[in-house]
């Protein structure tokens, strides 16, 4: 079992950067991949990212590639997601999740077998 829970939305202009966090519980965090999706009002949730396990391997949907970078910190059980030149298009509510223990990197939600609640982040323009 793997509880997530994220933090560090908010609000920020266009250009702007917010670093987003995933806190996860229990011992099991570095068996698990841990993806990012978020959710726009009236839209479907989408991938943004993804980290291996092991935090070797990442992989980025193509609107944020350049601009968004996952990291993780298993001594921590925590992953992040920064995220850099942000435009009005990227607010959204994101969401962590994590996949595994020790699976193919995926970037369909479905596959994600636990998820945190969520946190806002809006660009203003």
């Known amino acids: 079992q793997v509880q997530l829970v994220e933090s560090g939305g908010g609000l920020v202009q266009a250009g702007g950067s917010l670093r987003l966090s995933c806190a996860a519980s229990g011992r099991t965090f570095s068996r698990y991949n841990m993806g990012w999706f978020r959710q726009a009002p009236g839209k479907e949730r989408e991938f943004v990212g993804v980290?291996?396990?092991?935090?070797?391997?990442?992989d980025y949907a193509d609107s944020v590639t350049g601009r968004f970078t996952i990291s993780r910190d298993n001594a921590k059980n925590t992953v992040y997601l920064q995220t850099n030149s942000l435009k009005p298009e990227d607010t959204a509510v994101y969401y962590c999740?994590?996949?595994?223990?020790?699976?193919?990197?995926?970037?369909?939600?479905?596959?994600?077998?636990?998820w945190g609640q969520g946190t806002q982040v809006t660009v203003s323009s």
């Open positions: 980290i291996s396990w092991s935090g070797g391997t990442t």
């Open positions: 999740a994590a996949d595994g223990p020790w699976v193919v990197l995926t970037t369909e939600a479905r596959k994600y077998d636990y």
